[in-house]
Structure formats: structure tokens, C-alpha cells
């Protein structure tokens, strides 16, 4: 019996049973634009791949993991001295964690400047900001659980931080802290949001965002759809063979830099000592540690941190309802202001955090 | 208004729209309560012996567990011991002594304080609160003021 009767009898067994046609339509039918911007799309894809391998890593690093602050630093030791591999499975966690942050960085701007956002894929992108919100939720939680010195006080300030939001923030903290000060509870609470409840969170969204681009296609930048002549490739399987390049090149980039540069262990936190000189967040976080720097204690009669933070929160909502504010996108026209906000943010976020990693 | 009539199938409606918030209000409202930490856990002080006499020399410092808190005693190199919150009121971060310059600081934002606690440079907001420095024989005894 050749392939393509195995495959014939197995979709004609499942056919008689469920009602795919209409999926497999979606699938087969759907084309994808190519242009000069086309690259960008990839980045999406090399997202989820990146995601998936949080996922088995994680599962991975869990058979070992222990969350309480007496064995949580002992046991990622452990880990990485003793388990074969064991520095494998969490460097690679470690930099895939990075380089999806990274990814969804990448995506989430493409997406702004080729305002792939416009209607009718307003939700698409809604979604798209709750994953990178999620997404950053789990590094910021995922960072504290090797329970060491940089991750210690990295979780006093990100909570502080949330702390300083007016009305709410003493009850967030609190919240998040399982307490007043970051402590066992904290590592707790940090472990439980961090392999169950954002994970949960991104797969609903998650599924809500793929099923979008699946059911409306990907958008066409507004210069090319003006365009007479347009190509496309079939998304299966022309699209998706690249798209699985790319994954295979995201991995290659993943290995050499988990094998070359493994994960560092630190030093177990002393929650009674004081902060180390030079400490810093994860870079993705760099950009706020930095601007919260260079705030003073004091803007007009309000307290400098709260101005940044509420700073952040601002722009934050600005990407969140960009789809509703960019009327211009509505009739297919470039807004040059959002264009140069997007631009101002991105210099912002990128100046702040290379300035970040030089200064002492 | 007050005549209007509900249709039986208005009237239904409402029960189940009323049962229904009554119903997750049941699984919300303990959900909330659940996750929000008891209180009285926390340990609270107001005395405690810090260091030892000749422990400190004059232009150093030492962390210590005041409560669930850190603190900080400093001896100054004018040999006066002083004794303040090592929680920075900033972002929270844990203060340290600095010889070199006699001031304290705030690794995390750089923020400085002068040896009274009060802000000489950098974001922090406020000053350090000071505690009461007692020498009781051959402890030093730090207490909220």
C-alpha cells in the first residue's frame, strides 16, 4: 500500500465521520500576498514555533523544579549540574523566552508600520497586544523562579511598579506579592501564574488570533494593495514549507546560542541583603528600569515613578486600541502621525534600553 | 410605568439573569477573597539588638533583619551610629553603605542619600526613615522612633 492510499483512506474515514470540508477549503484555498514587505510575515510564525518550545521545555523543566524559596535555587542547580542535558533544556527555555519577546517585539511593529491592523483585522491585532502583554507576563514571572539575587530584586521593583498605579496598586501588589514583601509566597503565586494561568491565557488568545488570520487572510500593505498586479503563493503548501524554514532557522539561532552562551545560575538571594551594584531587569524591561531612572522624584506634585508608570500605562493603551484611534487606516490612508508616534516609541524603547546595558 | 405587566417569559428572564450573577458572584466573590493574603503574618517589631559594640568601625555599615523589613545601621566615619529603613522609597529596592563616598545608596536607580537620610540625588521620592540608635552594654539596640 503506497502513501497517498493510507492517505486517502485515512481522510475518507474521517470525512465520514466529521464535516471538515470547510476547514480544509480554508486551508487549501488561501493564498498569501508576496511583495517587498513579505518577510514580516514570517515573524509570527517563528513566534508560535518559539512558544511551542517553551512549552516542552517547560513541561521538561518541571520534572525537576522545586517552588519554595528554601529548593527552588537548589533544585535549578540541580538542574544544571546534575540532570544530563539539564543545562540544555533550560538555556535553551531561557533563550527562547528571550528570543520570543524579541519575535513579538518585531511582529507587533511590522504590523504597526504596515498598518496591517486597519479594518476589517482590528481584532487580530486586539489579540495580538493581549499576547505580548502575556507574553512579558510570563517572562517577568518565569524570571523569579530560579530564585536568585537579580531575579529577587527584579520582582521588587516590577511589583513596586505595579504597586505605584494609583487607586489599585497597593491592592495589586499585595496581590501579586502573596503578601507585603516579595517572599516564599510570592515564588508561590509567580510559579502558579507562571506554568498555569498565563499559559491558559495565551492559548485562548492565542487560538482567537490564528483563527483570525486564518478565517480574513493576511492584509496587504496599503502601497502594494493600490497595486494592479499582485502575486500570491497558496498558503499550503508553498507558505508553510517557509514558514517551516524559518522555523528551522529560528531553532539553529536558539541551539548555538544556548550551547554557546548556556544559562547563568547567579547567586541565591539573600532577601536581607542589599541590592548589588549594577543590577538590571531582563533587557525587554530595560527601557522602563532606565526611563524610571532618568524620572525625577518629583514631576510638578506628583511622584516621579507614578508619572512614568502611568507614562507606560498610556502607551500600552495607545497600542492596545490603535485599530479605533487610526481613523485614516479606515479608508485605506497612511496617518503620518501615528506613523511618527510609532516611530518616536520605538527610538524611545530602543534608546532607553541600549543606554540601559552602558550605564553603570 | 408602574402597570406595566411581565410577560411570563420576561419574568423568567429575569430569575435566570438574577441567578445567574447570584451564581458566579458565589464563585467569584471567595475566588477574590481567597487569593488576597491573610493578614498577621507579617512580623512586626519595634526593638532589636542590630549589632554588637566594636562590631561596626567607624565609615562602614550592615544590613539587617528589622521585622519583615531590612534596616540599616551605619557607623559614620565621625563614629556616630545611625539607623534607617534599607528600603528604598523609590521602587523597593535593599540600600547599601558606600565607603568611598560615605553616602547611601540605591543600586537599582541610583539613588543617594546623605547620612541623615535624606535625598541627595536620584529618583527616590522621600527620605530614608530613621530609627533610634540605644547602646545597651555591649548591644546596639535599634528601635522605631
Known amino acids: 500500500m503506497d502513501i497517498d492510499t493510507i492517505k ?5 474515514w474521517v470525512k465520514e465521520r466529521y464535516h471538515i470540508e470547510p476547514f480544509m477549503d480554508i486551508i487549501t484555498k488561501k493564498t498569501v500576498p508576496q511583495h517587498k514587505h513579505s518577510v514580516w510575515y514570517y515573524f509570527g510564525g517563528i513566534t508560535l514555533f518559539l512558544f511551542i518550545t517553551q512549552i516542552i521545555t517547560g513541561i521538561l523543566l518541571l520534572f525537576y523544579y522545586k517552588s519554595t524559596a528554601n529548593t527552588a535555587f537548589d533544585s535549578v542547580k540541580f538542574i544544571m549540574t546534575k540532570v544530563e542535558f539539564g543545562w540544555l533544556i533550560r538555556s535553551i527555555h531561557g533563550w527562547s523566552s528571550n528570543l520570543m519577546v524579541f519575535t513579538v517585539f518585531v511582529h507587533m511593529f511590522s504590523t504597526f508600520f504596515l498598518k496591517a491592523y486597519r479594518p476589517p483585522r482590528e481584532l487580530t491585532w486586539v489579540t495580538g497586544v493581549f499576547l505580548f502583554f502575556l507574553t512579558l507576563g510570563t517572562g517577568f514571572t518565569g524570571y523569579l523562579l530560579p530564585w536568585n539575587e537579580l531575579s529577587f530584586f527584579a520582582t521588587k521593583v516590577g511589583t513596586q511598579m505595579a504597586g505605584s498605579v494609583p487607586y489599585i496598586g497597593g491592592f495589586l501588589r499585595t496581590i501579586l506579592r502573596g503578601g507585603e514583601e516579595v517572599s516564599d509566597a510570592t515564588l508561590g503565586r509567580f510559579f502558579g501564574f507562571h506554568i498555569i494561568v498565563l499559559p491558559l491565557c495565551i492559548f485562548a488568545v492565542l487560538g482567537a488570533h490564528l483563527a483570525f488570520v486564518q478565517l480574513q487572510g493576511m492584509s496587504e500593505p496599503i502601497s502594494v494593495k493600490e497595486r494592479k498586479e499582485k502575486k500570491s503563493i497558496p498558503f499550503f503548501p508553498n507558505f508553510l514549507l517557509r514558514d517551516i524554514l524559518a522555523w528551522m532557522l529560528a531553532l539553529g539561532v536558539l541551539a548555538s546560542l544556548a550551547v554557546f552562551f548556556p ?4 547567586k541565591k538571594v539573600d532577601p536581607f541583603a542589599p541590592t548589588p551594584v549594577g543590577i538590571k531587569p531582563e533587557w525587554y524591561f530595560l527601557w522602563m528600569f532606565q526611563a524610571l531612572k532618568l524620572i525625577p522624584s518629583k514631576v510638578f506634585i506628583f511622584d516621579g515613578e507614578v508619572v512614568g508608570i502611568l507614562g507606560f500605562g498610556v502607551m500600552g493603551l495607545i497600542l492596545l486600541i490603535l485599530p479605533f484611534i487610526d481613523i485614516w487606516s479606515r479608508k485605506e490612508k497612511r496617518s503620518l502621525f501615528l506613523t511618527l508616534l510609532g516611530i518616536f516609541m520605538l527610538v524611545f524603547i530602543v534608546v532607553m534600553t541600549i543606554w540601559g546595558l552602558i550605564d553603570n | 410605568m408602574y402597570n406595566k405587566k411581565f410577560t411570563r417569559r420576561e419574568l423568567l428572564n429575569y430569575i435566570i439573569g438574577i441567578s445567574g450573577a447570584a451564581f ?6 471567595p475566588t477574590l477573597k481567597y487569593i488576597i493574603p491573610p493578614k498577621g503574618t507579617d512580623v512586626d517589631i519595634s526593638k532589636i539588638t542590630a549589632a554588637k559594640v566594636g562590631e561596626l568601625p567607624p565609615n562602614s555599615a550592615k544590613v539587617f533583619r528589622f521585622g519583615n523589613k531590612p534596616a540599616i ?8 551610629l545611625k539607623a534607617f529603613t534599607a528600603v528604598c522609597p523609590h521602587l523597593n529596592c535593599t540600600v547599601q553603605y558606600s565607603q568611598e563616598a560615605s553616602y547611601i545608596l540605591c543600586a537599582c536607580h541610583n539613588g543617594k542619600f546623605d547620612l ?3 535625598v541627595i540625588s536620584g529618583p527616590p521620592p522621600k527620605p530614608l526613615e530613621e530609627y533610634k540608635v540605644n ?3 555591649q548591644d546596639i539596640i535599634v528601635s522605631k522612633v
Do not use: D, H, Y
Not at chain 1, 544559562?263 to 547567579?266: Q, R, S, V
Open chain 1, 263 to 266: 544559562a547563568e545560575l547567579g
Open chain 2, 73 to 80: 545601621l551605619v557607623n559614620t566615619p565621625q563614629g556616630v
Open chain 2, 116 to 118: 541623615n537620610g535624606k
Open chain 2, 24 to 29: 458566579a458572584s458565589s464563585i467569584i466573590f
Open chain 2, 135 to 137: 547602646v545597651t552594654g
Open chain 1, 8 to 12: 486517502n483512506r485515512l481522510t475518507g
